[in-house]
């Protein structure tokens, strides 16, 4: 091979990987290559990195090579990320929503019932990002609103239709990972779980 064609299969397998590569693993994928060659490539890749102005560099660290981005870009990193963070739900997010998605349609006041406090902010939250909406009102005394999930919620949990909502355990596990805000307080998940299955309407997977 010439060394015009290892050097972008070089630049993949440290694109994929999430941890350093030690050069004895790369060398391990190329069949009759020299490991010097290797090296001097991955020499090679580090320079024109660096002189190519590029967001990322390679480097050699914790006893192989890995891209990294340059720490003068870090800012705009740190942007991002806050941003990213910004766009996750907190946990009363989370357990309001999975509320509506196992009982709906559901009224606020049956979401206040099982979560214990009022729903009032995390429900137009939910509405705002799009992942509820308003489907009808009861036919009961004042005929308040029934809320249920969107075609958005299906894509923020990666879903392809509602028959395929994980199981509440599993709707908790997401719960637990998610970021918390000082909102209200909440119940021990093990309580919500069992307060959805067995208050409010609907049924549960």
């Known amino acids: 091979m010439e060394d015009h064609e290892i050097k972008p ?13 030690t050069l004895d693993r790369m060398h391990g994928v190329f069949d009759g290559i020299d490991k010097s060659r290797i090296k001097a490539l991955l020499l090679q890749l580090e320079q024109e ?5 590029r967001g990322f560099h390679l480097v050699e660290v914790a006893g192989g ?8 870009l870090a800012p705009w990193i740190k942007e991002m990320e806050l941003a990213r963070a910004a766009s996750r739900l907190s946990k009363p997010g989370l357990e309001t929503l ?10 606020r006041g049956e979401i206040e019932m099982i979560r214990g406090v009022d729903a009032a902010g995390v429900l137009k939250t939910l509405l705002d990002r799009k992942l509820i909406k308003i489907v009808g009102r009861k036919e009961v005394a004042g005929r308040p ?10 894509t923020y949990l990666g879903l392809p239709d509602l028959s395929s909502l994980p199981t509440l355990k599993e709707f908790s596990e997401i719960a637990d990972e998610a970021s918390e805000e000082e909102e209200a307080p909440m119940l021990p998940l093990g309580d919500f779980s069992s307060k959805i299955e067995n208050e409010g309407n609907g049924s549960v997977p």
């Open 9 to 21: 299969i070089l630049e993949a397998l440290l694109f994929v990987s999430s941890d350093p590569l």
């Open 49 to 53: 990195f660096m002189l190519s102005n």
């Open 65 to 72: 090579y890995q891209f990294v981005t340059r720490s003068d």
């Open 98 to 107: 999975a509320i509506v998605a196992y009982k709906q349609p559901v009224t």
């Open 145 to 154: 609103m029934l809320y249920g999930t969107t075609r958005t919620f299906l």
